[in-house]
């Protein structure tokens, strides 16, 4: 053991296999800030070998619950942060806890103490008014038992406690600054540092990678590792999350939960590249990563020290890259759904799977998350397109133009030789020579008759993919709609 206070730098840390914890306070959804930190353990632990241990903090019985943890633990599966054991529940080492409790006070390194909780600040008197600190033993016990409530509260020893931190290094605190702090309240729960300290030296772990809102905890926990005789692990905190504007995420920024952004439609590879990438680097260009690649690039050498920004537009670039990127099975996968509900016959999954993924294939650089590509692939398999109302004003504002372009370009489709994209394109700006129209005169009409927008993938592709029986049928349909346009028009004119 090294000395007290200084920093342990003690080798025979380093022959333990490296164990690492994740502990969420189930008191809410799992916080980005969370699942962050979560990550970071988790690529730690397969980086190194080691093991990652899940421990549900749920001891303040009033704030935890059990849907809390439940939601925790399906934003951890959904993300890929699989653990290798638990979920441990600090609430069932209460026992222990306060076993170690008693152990500091038969040390001397703890003792009683019987002033009242002032109210408000429950456990929390100030110990240097209190007095209790300067007790003789023999007057503590006869107190007891006599009856009399009390907490049981640490002794802080003169000196400095240190350690070296993995993130911020050498960090120092003069013990004079740390006040006596209660382990054990009256009703026998026990308080935060003495449980964690508890279970990390009962769990054998050997690195605390956590927030850097616990900065303030780590001296006083360290006391306890000391006081109870237990190797330190290593403390690596890391910086705080902060919106793109400098404040502390919120709401306002999007959505604090990993089940907020779920919902939003982005992936969870996404939201895990992107959680590395907030406050780590891998020190070369890398943006775009997947699980794998992080664990291998993974090391605690490289989180910044600095607060790390939370920019919602590069998540949902990543999440693009992700789409753009994927397995084609899998985003046929993704998007079965959201293609159903937008009336997508579940049949065309079996049969027609290879068109299913030649077209999510075409469609998936253009949008940001599954749902908006579906949107874009629907119209190549729905019976009937709807037109949009921007698309209609600005293509078909001249009707009978259009119906005029469009009838010209259902006779060529309807004998071009082969529906390959090249050939479709040669046809079609043939026609547009012949006519003497630049190409877009047609291609618009024509992709409005198609897709009922004014925006889509190459319209020759898109003629290529729909198919000549689909695409025939659709200019029908839309020569019907404008023929009606025109003779409205018509009658509107000679009204006048
Ligand atoms: N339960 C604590 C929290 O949710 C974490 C404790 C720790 O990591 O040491 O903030």
Redo the contacts with the bound molecule.
């Keep these: 053991m090294s000395a007290p206070g200084a920093p342990d730098t003690s080798g025979h840390r380093a022959a333990r296999p490296p164990r690492v914890r994740f502990?969420?306070?189930p008191t809410g959804h799992l916080h980005v800030g969370?699942a962050r930190t979560a990550l970071f353990n988790y690529l730690f632990a397969r980086n190194a070998g080691g093991t990652f241990v899940l421990r549900i903090?749920d001891t303040d019985r009033a704030r935890s619950s059990d849907e809390m943890t439940r939601s925790i633990l399906d934003a951890m599966e959904w993300l890929g942060l699989d653990f290798d054991e638990g979920p441990y529940h600090q609430a069932d080492g209460l026992e222990r806890h306060r076993a170690d409790a008693h152990r500091l006070l038969e040390l001397g390194a703890a003792y009683r103490c019987f002033c009242p909780p002032p109210p408000g600040r429950a456990g929390r008197p100030d110990p240097e008014a209190c007095g209790c600190a300067t007790l003789s033993r023999a007057d503590e016990e006869a107190r007891a038992a006599a009856g009399e409530p009390f907490a049981l509260r640490f002794r802080v020893p003169d000196g400095e406690t240190a350690w070296d931190d993995a993130v911020h290094g050498r960090r120092a605190v003069a013990n004079e600054h740390v006040q006596d702090f209660v382990l054990l309240r009256s009703d026998g729960t026990p308080v935060y540092n003495l449980a964690?300290v508890s279970d990390d030296i009962e769990m054998g772990i050997t690195l605390?990678l956590?927030?850097d809102d616990?900065l303030s905890n780590t001296p006083k926990q360290i006391l306890l590792y000391r006081a109870l005789g237990a190797p330190l692990p290593t403390f690596a905190h890391v910086p705080m999350i902060l919106g793109p504007d400098g404040r502390r995420l919120s709401k306002r920024h999007g959505g604090t939960s990993v089940e907020a952004y779920r919902e939003q439609g982005i992936l969870p590879e996404a939201l895990f590249n992107f959680l590395a990438l907030l406050g780590w680097s891998p020190g070369d260009d890398r943006e775009v990563m997947e699980p794998s690649e992080l664990i291998e690039a993974f090391s605690l050498g490289r989180i910044l020290k600095k607060s790390a920004v939370f920019d919602p537009e590069k998540l949902t670039w990543l999440n693009r890259q992700h789409i753009t990127r994927m397995p084609i099975d899998r985003l046929v996968e993704l998007a079965s759904g959201p293609l159903q509900a937008l009336g997508v016959p579940p049949s065309i999954f079996e049969e027609r799977p290879e068109r299913v993924r030649e077209v999510l294939d075409v469609v998936r650089e253009r949008g940001d998350t599954v749902e908006a590509v579906a949107l874009q692939a629907a119209p190549f398999f729905l019976d009937e397109v709807t037109y949009e109302e921007a698309a209609v004003t600005k293509f078909w504002k001249r009707p009978a133009e259009a119906a005029e372009l469009l009838r010209a370009a259902r006779d060529r489709l309807a004998e071009v030789a082969s529906f390959e994209p090249d050939t479709l394109e040669h046809a079609i700006r043939q026609l547009a020579a012949t006519k003497d129209v630049s190409a877009g005169k047609i291609i618009h009409p024509l992709r409005v008759a198609q897709m009922g927008t004014s925006v889509s993938p190459g319209i020759f592709v898109v003629l290529s993919l729909m198919g000549r029986e689909r695409v025939l049928g659709r200019i029908d349909r839309a020569l019907g709609y404008l023929d009606a346009m025109a003779a409205a028009e018509g009658a509107g004119a000679d009204a006048e």
């Design positions: 502990a969420p306070s969370g903090e964690v605390v956590r927030g616990h």
